[in-house]
C-alpha cells in the first residue's frame, strides 16, 4: 500500500484508529463513485488487502483501508463491552466523515464481513452496495446466542459442526495458547487430511490440536517466507487477547443486546450484495481457501470490479 497514506483518528470513544487512505496522489478525489471501505477479519490487519488493492485501483474510487478494533496501528481495548457492533459502526462513520466521505461500499473478509453488514444496519443511507467474502449475511441478531445451536444447524447444512471454536476463543486461555503456539494455530486450517474439519469442526478440536502443539505443513501465504516471524510480532504475547473480544463480544450477547429491539425490516438488504467464498472453504465457489484476499487476490478484485460495473456502480454521485 505504498500509495496510501497513513493517518491515525481519535475519535469519540477516545479510540485510536489507524487508517490508509488512498492512492496518495487521488486521496481528496471529487471523482464521481462511492468509495470502497475495506475490511479485514481474523487475524489480520488492513495489509490483508495489500495484494488486492493494485487491481482495485483501476476502478478509479477512493479506497480507505482500516486496522479494525484490536489489530495493528488501532487501539486494543481487552473489554469486549468496546466490540459491540452499533459502536464499531459508528467508529467507521467517523473515519468516512473525517474523510467527507458519504456514500461507501464496504468490502469485507471474515469478520470484516460482518462489520460490512452492519454498517449497512446502521448507515443504510450511506451504503450503495455490500461486498462480503468468507462470512454470509447476516440478519439482526434478536435471540440471546447458543453455539451449540449454531454448530448443529452448520452442520446440517456443510456436514459438519463449525462454530464451537468461538467457544473455545471466548474463553480466558485462548490468547496464550494461540499466541504460544502460533505455527500450529496457522496449520490448523489446512486442507490436507480434512484438518481445518478436525479443528474448526468440533468440539474442542482446535484447543486440543493446540495444547499438544500439533503441526502441519504451513499452506499457502502461511508458507511465505517471513510469515510467522511477523505473525510473531503482531500476535505474540498477549497480541491476541483484543483481536479475540470480537467472538467475546458474540458469545456473550453484546449485539443482541444492541439489536433485539431494532424493526423487521432491518432483516432485508436493499441494496445489492455480492458474497464470494473460496471453495476450500465450508462454503465457496472461488478456488480458494479461507484468506482469499490473500490466496486469490487479483481473482477475488476481478470479481468486485466486474460485479460493481455490472450494477452500474461506478458513476454513482459520490456525495463528497
Known amino acids: 500500500m505504498d500509495l496510501f497514506i497513513e493517518k491515525q483518528l481519535i475519535n469519540s470513544r477516545s479510540l485510536q484508529y489507524t487508517y490508509y487512505a488512498g492512492p496518495a496522489s487521488n486521496a481528496t478525489s471529487t471523482a464521481d463513485g462511492p468509495a470502497l471501505l475495506l475490511l479485514h477479519g481474523f487475524p489480520h490487519t488492513a495489509q490483508l488487502w495489500a495484494s488486492v488493492i493494485p487491481w482495485l485501483l483501476t476502478l ?3 479506497i480507505l483501508v482500516p486496522d479494525l478494533l484490536g489489530y495493528g496501528g488501532t487501539s486494543k481495548p481487552w473489554d ?3 466490540f459491540a457492533s452499533d459502536a464499531m459502526a459508528s467508529d467507521l462513520a467517523e473515519i468516512l466523515a473525517t474523510e467527507n466521505i458519504t456514500s461507501v461500499i464496504p468490502i469485507g473478509h471474515d469478520w470484516g464481513s460482518f462489520l460490512a453488514h452492519h ?6 443511507e450511506q451504503v450503495e452496495a455490500i461486498v462480503v467474502s468468507s462470512s454470509y449475511y447476516q440478519a439482526p441478531i434478536r435471540d440471546p446466542i447458543n453455539v451449540t445451536e449454531i454448530a448443529e444447524e452448520r452442520e446440517n447444512l456443510i456436514g459438519f459442526p463449525l462454530g464451537y471454536y468461538f467457544e473455545f476463543f471466548s474463553t480466558s486461555e485462548a490468547a496464550s495458547l494461540l499466541s504460544g503456539n502460533l505455527q500450529s494455530f496457522f496449520s490448523a486450517g489446512g486442507t490436507e487430511n480434512d484438518t481445518m474439519k478436525k479443528t474448526f469442526g468440533y468440539k474442542d478440536g482446535l484447543r486440543d490440536w493446540l495444547m499438544a502443539d500439533k503441526r502441519m505443513q504451513l499452506e499457502g501465504f502461511a508458507a511465505e517466507s517471513g510469515f510467522l516471524e511477523d505473525a510473531e510480532a503482531q500476535f505474540g504475547g498477549t497480541g491476541f487477547i483484543s483481536p479475540l473480544k470480537w467472538y467475546q463480544a458474540f458469545v456473550n450477547g453484546t449485539h443482541y443486546e444492541v439489536k433485539k429491539d431494532l424493526p423487521e425490516s432491518a432483516d432485508r ?5 455480492l458474497h464470494i467464498s473460496g471453495s476450500k472453504d465450508a462454503l465457496g465457489t472461488v478456488e480458494s481457501g479461507h484468506f482469499i484476499p490473500l490466496e486469490k487476490p487479483q481473482e477475488m478484485a476481478k470479481i468486485i470490479n466486474d460485479w460493481l460495473e455490472s450494477k452500474n456502480l ?6 463528497r
Open 60 to 62: 478509479g474510487l477512493q
Open 80 to 82: 469486549f463491552s468496546y
Open 119 to 124: 454498517y449497512y444496519l446502521y448507515y443504510p
Open 269 to 273: 438488504v436493499e441494496k445489492p450484495l
Open 314 to 319: 461506478l458513476s454513482l454521485s459520490s456525495g
